[in-house]
Every structure is written in C-alpha cells, then in structure tokens.
C-alpha cells in the first residue's frame, strides 16, 4: 500500500503555553513533510487576529505550506477581503473558507449587515481574486443546521461551482460513512478532490462531546471499545486510538483515498504514531522553528 499524502490542521495559540505546544507540534509533524497545514478560527471568529499572526508565523519559520482559515462571521465584506489580502501579501496563498460557526450564546448564524451572507459567496469573492487554493468544509453526515443530507451535498456543489478547488470533511469514525459520501457526491457531479477530515482520539470523553455537537454519528461499539479501554487504566486508550485511526485509514486508502487530514488539536504524538504506521515517514531532521 502505498503511503498517502496528508495535511494537518492546528489551532492558533491563547497564550504562551498553547504557544509552546503548537511549536513543538510543528516540530514533530513538520518530518512528515505534509502537503500543507491549516490553522483555524474560533467561534465567531473570536481567534481573527491570533490565527494571523500563528499563520504569518509558521508561513516564515516552519517551511510549511500554510492554509488559513477565513470566515463570514461578524465581518463586512471589505473587512473579510482585506484580511485576504494580507495573507495574499505575506506569501500565503492557501485558504480553508467556512460561513464559520456563530458566536457562543447565538441562535445561529446571522450575516454581518455588510458581510458574506454565506460561504458560497465568500468562495466567489476569492476566486474572482485568482490568487487562492481555496478548500472548503464538507459534512458526509448531516449537518445539525441542514434538513437533511441531500441538503448538504448540494451546498458543497455550490461551494464548488462558485470556484472552491477541494473539500476537506468533517470528521467520522466508519469508512463506510465516507464512502456512501464520496459516491453522492460523484453521482451529484462534484468532481474536485475530497478529502476525508481524520480525528485521532486523544480523549474519548471530548470526542463524544464533539462528536454530538457536529452530527457525528457514534457507532455503540467504539463506544464500547474506550468504556474498556478507560476502565484498564494502564495507557490502552492511546494504544487502541492509533490502532482503530490506523485501521480506518487503511481502509479509506485501500479504495483508492489518496490524501488524509488530521484535525491534530495541537497534540501531535496519536497523529505522529498513525502516519507512520501507515508507512508515511521521513527522514528528513526536525526544523528549528523560531
């Protein structure tokens, strides 16, 4: 099985502690020579300028191909653009562009009064720029805010026609889920790459968690699977999260998936451990990163 190519996606730092664990993610990561990294927003957009800057940081430190995520959320259009071209300035020409999700305490997603009404034509505003790889969210379980998940297939094809170039998915835990996806996809003529979004379990409580709040579906036999592996208290947790990431990666690539992306949250040793028992690996030395 030949190795697949990867990405990883990292969350800009709150304060000088997080700092320090994002450098040192980069460091263990960076070896595995990813064909780009991503750095997200908060809620809200509550992180604008923290990811500006860990993007600029990375972008002239790491060597890295650097993504940034860019959202609609309480912006203007000329604000959301500007910000753009900032990043087009600084030599980062790769963008993750979401609606994003609405501020803690919202109903829901409500458009600035001058801003993006939604994520499509954010994506034509960029692409009417020429200067972007844009990638875009895709969901191949039902979105919690879509009616169902015809609903969301046909909204990653608007994405895609309004000048998206790839689509990075939600996470989900069977291959089978990404599978019935990628074929509802094909079938609705969405051709561009999609790439299925990885979450290696770092804490199964917090996954569950997150996985409720994006409309992850949660098989009762993983389930099962961590109660046990939390009750053994001997470290079999970590042991069984490479072993069932590693098992749905090979699964996914062995029908032909050729890119993976992990959604790291900054703690790169699960992410670390699962490419390289997927054969990715490098030789390369770690790089100092500033």
């Known amino acids: 099985m030949t190795p ?4 990883f996606e990292f969350f800009p730092p709150r304060s000088l502690d997080a700092s320090f664990r994002l450098w040192e993610t980069v460091q263990v990561l960076s070896p595995l020579e990813p064909d780009f990294v991503s750095v997200t927003y908060g809620a809200g957009g509550t992180t604008r300028e923290l990811t500006r800057d860990a993007v600029a940081t990375l972008h002239k430190t790491s060597g890295l191909n650097v993504a940034a995520h860019l959202t609609c959320v309480d912006a203007s259009r000329d604000e959301t653009l500007a910000i753009a071209d900032g990043f087009a300035r600084a030599g980062v020409r790769e ?7 609405p501020p803690k305490g919202a109903a829901g997603f409500v458009p600035h009064p001058e801003g993006f009404a939604d994520s499509c034509e954010l994506i034509s505003a960029l692409a009417a720029r020429g200067d972007f790889t844009i990638r875009v969210g895709a969901y191949p379980e039902k979105h919690p805010e879509a009616a169902d998940t015809q609903a969301d297939i046909d909204w990653l094809k608007c994405k895609i026609d309004a000048g998206a170039d790839a689509a990075i998915t939600q996470f989900f835990f069977e291959a089978e889920t990404f599978f019935r996806f990628r074929d509802a996809c094909v079938k609705a003529g969405i051709d561009a ?3 299925p979004g990885i979450l290696p379990i770092e804490n199964w409580a917090g996954a569950r968690r997150f996985a409720r709040a994006c409309g992850t579906h ?4 993983l389930d099962r699977a961590f109660h046990k592996a939390e009750q053994a208290e001997d470290g079999r947790e970590d042991l069984l999260a490479v072993a069932l990431a590693t098992e749905l990666c090979s699964d996914l690539v062995e029908d032909g998936v050729e890119h993976l992306h992990f959604y790291t949250l900054n703690r790169p040793d699960l992410t670390r451990d699962i490419c390289h028992a997927l054969g990715r690996r490098s030789s390369l030395p770690l790089r100092e990163v500033a």
Request: net charge neutral.
């Open 95 to 101: 963008i993750v562009a979401l609606r994003g999700d």
């Open 4 to 7: 697949p190519s990867v990405s």
């Open 218 to 221: 949660i098989p009762a036999w």
């Open 193 to 195: 790459p999609i790439l």
